[in-house]
């Protein structure tokens, strides 16, 4: 049975940082791109950050130089360092593994408010 378990959203102020985790079981890990989406109320699920199996990198623009992506095959865990936090990256943030099938986490909220 396949697991992805988020964790790590919070309430911060604009301009502070949050580390996501997402928590990976059932999957030989390292052979899938991990990615994180996000979705805000009435808008479509979009991507934030996706890693493949061999660590490269993908960001939007609206992310580019604040948000990092990194993995750590070892502990079968990914993670997404966000830094200079806007109210507009208040969202449900999902983690995602592909490799030719998508599985998702639960979700975790992030809300950006002073």
Do not use: H
Not at 39 to 59: C, D, K, M
Request: aromatic fraction near 10%; charged fraction near 20%.
């Amino acid at each position: 049975q396949v697991q992805l378990v988020e964790s790590g959203g919070d309430l911060v102020q604009p301009g502070g940082s949050l580390r996501l985790s997402c928590a990976a079981s059932g999957i030989i890990f390292s052979r899938y791109a991990m990615a994180w989406y996000r979705q805000a109320p009435g808008n479509e699920r979009e991507l934030v950050a996706r890693i493949t199996s061999g660590g490269a990198t993908t960001y939007p623009d609206s992310v580019k130089g604040r948000f990092t992506i990194s993995r750590d095959n070892a502990k079968n865990t990914v993670y997404l360092q966000m830094n200079v936090l806007k109210p507009e990256d208040t969202a449900v943030y999902y983690c995602n593994a592909n490799r030719l099938v998508d599985y998702w986490g639960q979700g975790t909220q992030v809300t950006v408010s002073s």
